[in-house]
């Protein structure tokens, strides 16, 4: 990553990733063996197709099936396997808290506590999104502060939430505050590791279960809290220092912004799901930009919904949308996903990733369709989802040549 | 790899690797131009074929040919090159010898001495390999320990024989007591790392190559003993502990067995060296196993006598038998072999291994064939061979998801 970062120029160049959300599949025995890329209607992907050097990613490594987080930071040239974020950071970035440097982040539950304190139900009854609301909100009041730490609460679905602790001198390795298990107490948070920024972080986090059982004393069944997967804001290296470029990231969702928030992108939230949003947005943050990631949830939401017509309307639907996009005229065109979420497994999975790169540069395929299996036979070949970045850089003309 | 452990989820599928050794070959001139796998006729590969992902397999590195041991290590998920074993482990599992952990093992010969110590020929002559049982048998009364060492020795073919040293505190860090070549005395062994287990080997060693010496002082011409390669039987984390896998090994060939042991397999030994055989054993350990690796020698033997027809029926031998392990249903069947024996070649050779999967949720190629061609064009891509327990895994639904 030293090298490609040594290699990397200064342009004019625009780069832009579109990312289509879980957009690889499988053949479906119910629609003639295709995949929804395959049995989309696509003209303009289609005509984008036949000038462009197919290829396929693997987002981690072979066999691993990738939450959202690896997933993008592979995209985004970060080895998912080398760049850790843990689970409560990703947790506080899709509920869209703006996390900052220093901040350390958990997943919280409210839980039931007999008499004794024994947890007799970790996730409350599963109280409804409504009283979580209301019980985050009794918190937020009565709990601003621990010491000199900022506690910022926010409530998720259910019986979950996030924490953040945001002060001086936390750190984010310590241990749960949940005994993972109903029949225990809830354990005192320990330092994993030396420091006194670890002891810091489990003193406050000690504080906040204690204080907040007092403030929800008289709640049943929410009358406890759990706090697990504390972890830091990582710190990784932003695309102006890398690739200098002036990176935007455009995504309805606030977990995609939050992973483009570690790589130092400009974050902007388009005004709907669409790919017509997203276009519309990237047309005002043009200028001001050299490249720009586009993502797009429905393809990823149709799979897990395991409906094939709807992942099919979503790609209809951009494909409708790119005649826009097009009119800005990217010297590099990225279309691939993050991941692949097939729609006979209702979930992500670790099947290569149909890409595409359009440039003056590209080794143009002439493939009259872009979908899993001419992608197979394409000429970028299979590529690790962390190497994309360099293709696209080469094909901006971004990349200085290595060695006389 | 630590990642990949971490992600194993237990389960109740079953997975196959069926294992044609030496699988891989060439187009032959005189055979059409096609490979011994694309000549035979094998309806049920066929029928296999049509529903799996096809791919190919690197087993060590580009270019690299491995010998049984790496290529086998690399089936199984241990990287050949970080994986090591030694040569004299390589032959005693080769000779069948249940080496413990904790055992030496080293490759010995019967030598020729001169008077003054001096080897005159480091094959004795290439005796028979019936005066190398006889003379293994004599050192066997006479040198069954030296100090509290036992020693356990195997004929082999010719002048070869296998020594393994079995007791407390033995390191496998130790010079060879052979010169390599002729007109030289043995030299004495030393250990090559400091260490009380190191030097206690080198003693060992030297005492045992003085007392056999002695014991075959009237015999001629195999009247002295080389010993070489000696190393220690490595430790690697078993399948039970990495992958939660219930494995069992099932190979006519001890090697094959013995490498599989490495893995923490449970061994059997079928009743005839046909894949017929190997299909009966692996019902019979159906319900106790979740990983059945199966192995088939003949393919690998045709190709070492650079003979076409020997293979090809050899590969439809396999094939008819095919029903009888597809009546099992395993979840997940791999066929593939641990490297390519091309018949032009007369030998192992490094050219990448065709490789099939089939499962629920493999990318079906639908290709109609199973062959070095087809899979060149295989939606499973070019993988390494130590990334294939991954994707077997994947494809078993027993890997989580990597991060959220």
Redesign the interface.
Known sequence: MDVLESLALEGTSKIVLLVLDGLGD??HPAHR?QTPLEAATTPNLDAIARESALG?LTP???????????GHLGLFGYD??THL?G?GV??AL?AGIDLRHGDVAARANFCTLDATGIVTDRRAGRIPTETCVRLVEQLRKELRQVDDVEIVLQAGKGHRFVAVLRGAGLGGSVSDADPHREGKPVPVARPLEAGEANEKTARVVNAFVTRATQVLEREHPANGVLVRGLSERPRFPGYRERFKLRAAAIAAYPMYRGVASLAGMDLFVPAGEGAAEAFALAAREWASHDYLFLHVKGTDMAGEDGDFDAKVGVIQAVDAALPQLMALKPDVLCITGDHST?V??RG?????VPVLVRSAVCFADAHPRFH??TC??GSLG?LASKDLVAVLLAHAGRLDKYGA
Do not use: F, N, Q, Y
């Open positions: 499988l053949p063996g396929r981690v490594a072979p066999g691993i099936t990738p939450g959202s987080g690896p998912p396997l974020v689970r990703l947790e899709g097939p006979p497994m992500h999975s670790w099947h290569p899993e299996k197979r036979a299979d």
